[in-house]
């Protein structure tokens, strides 16, 4: 496989490809990198804002903008520390305060997201060292979510802090784990440590989250619900294109952004921001680049981003420039930059490396009845 990091730069050439004509400058994105840097701690925990919590997924999308921008120690030190907080049964816990455990679920797709980071930064760096170091952490990780399928496909989205898994899945949840379970298996590939098992899951989630809606929680009034499908890869072509017509006026608000909820007067910066990256994994750049112009009213003099805007009110709220807002943000960035590792984590089949991501089992190749995904025979 060519190793994408061969292509890559180190300070300002990167920051050159994260930049947006006319929307953000090389020295403003050098800002926001620097925001997200201070808010990391000394162990390479990143948590929401100086002194506030982290969730494993959010860390992670920061330590990815930290990568982008040459800063490799950072992001390292973020996934060593995630590496010496996992949980005996793979995952990890669903919020810390200084190191500290507030939250004793364990969320799945907060465990599946180490993937999608850990192969980014391969891409970027093609450090096979740190790859082969993490690969017990990610194979421990991966077999946590799988524990959590269901029959169908789906990927029930945690275990209680007793143990006890839920019922239910997420179809967010579950579209970000089809990511996840992609990158998994372009780390295993490249490692020639083959996981069929995990090729079948890939499959069978996939087909969950583009043809069985009925299989996850309605949360149909989140945006995130409407255009995850895309941002995780599984939903593309014209499928894809008639969701996001189908809910655009639902949840856009021209000159502002993305809403987080449709019957709220409220857009944020990473909805608005990860809606973006799903528009310009269906070509729609110009769309995303626009989106994308429009957050930057959220912006601060420090680089980093305030989480959401109630327009009803002429807001800010809640009063917190979130490290995982900019992370956001550079992803965004990114991508319509040309980034190629980042391009092809989020576009799948279309990404720069030869094969872009691996499927698994293709969702088109899974045959399901009422309640059972199999691999379809003869």
Sequence with gaps: MTRLGAHGGTGRE?????????????????????????????????????????????????????????????????????????????????????????????????????????????????????????????????????????????????????????????LTGSSSMYQALRCALAVADHLGEPQPDWELATGRLGHAVVSHPERFLDKNRYSMDWYYPILGTALRGEAAEQRIADHWDTFVVPGLGARCVSDRPWVTGAESCELAIALWALGQSDRAVEIVSWVQRLRHDDGLYWTGYVFEDDAIWPEERTAWTAGAMILATAVLGGEPATTTVFGGESGYAETGLPVGMAPSDVRCGSDLCVEPRG
Excluded: C
């Design 14 to 170: 990167s920051l050159e490809l994260l930049a947006l004509d006319g929307v953000l400058t090389v020295d403003q994105i050098a800002r926001t990198i620097d925001g997200i840097a201070s808010i990391q701690r000394p162990d390479g925990s990143i948590p929401w804002f100086v002194g506030g919590h982290l969730d494993p997924w959010d860390h992670t999308e920061a330590a990815m903008a930290l990568d982008l921008a040459g800063r490799h120690d950072l992001a390292e030190r973020a996934y060593r520390w995630l590496a010496s907080r996992q949980n005996p049964d793979g995952s990890w816990y669903a919020a810390y305060v200084d190191g500290k455990v507030t939250d004793h679920n364990k969320e799945a797709n907060f465990t599946a997201y180490l993937a999608v980071g850990l192969w980014h930064h391969h891409l970027l760096t093609g450090d096979e060292e740190f790859l082969v170091r993490m690969w017990p952490h990610l194979k421990s990780a991966t077999q946590f979510i799988l524990d959590l399928q269901a029959p169908g496909g789906e990927i029930r989205w945690k275990r209680e802090a007793d143990g006890t898994a839920v019922p239910d899945a997420l």
